[in-house]
């Protein structure tokens, strides 16, 4: 399924609630930013986020509970700052390369 929404140059997770969840989680919709501008990136975190909301409502159901935007929002907020914060992708020679020029300039050699 496709849970990605983009308005402007920004993506969103949005999803609507599955009927067999509605009765612990009642906002019908659920619509939050990924924070990227990047497609691929997006489709990447919504695929993962739709697991973690799916495991969050099995557990709501499982437990008896019902919706916590708090719990809520820690779900969301791991993902979205993880992914943030990555190492962008670099093959593993160049990190190298770049760590042996680093050090041959401290130690004056070349």
Same mark, same amino acid.
């Given at each position: 399924?496709n ?11 949005n ?5 067999i ?16 501008? %990047?497609? =691929? *990136?997006?489709a990447?975190?919504?695929?993962? $986020? ?8 099995? +557990? ?5 509970k ?17 992914? %943030?914060? =990555? *190492? ?6 160049s $990190? ?8 041959? +300039?401290?130690?004056?050699?070349g």
């Amino acid at each position: 399924m496709n849970y990605l929404l983009k308005k402007e140059d920004r993506f969103y997770f949005n999803s609507r609630v599955p009927a067999i969840f509605c009765a612990h989680d009642t906002r019908g919709v659920v619509r939050f930013a990924l924070n990227t501008d %990047s497609k =691929k *990136e997006a489709a990447r975190l919504a695929f993962i $986020k739709n697991e973690q909301i799916e495991t969050y409502w099995k +557990k709501l159901v499982k437990e008896g509970k019902k919706y916590c935007d708090k719990e809520f929002n820690v779900i969301i907020n791991d993902i979205i700052l993880s992914s %943030s914060e =990555k *190492e962008p992708d670099v093959p593993i020679a160049s $990190k190298s390369q770049n760590r042996s020029r680093a050090s041959s +300039k401290k130690t004056g050699g070349g």
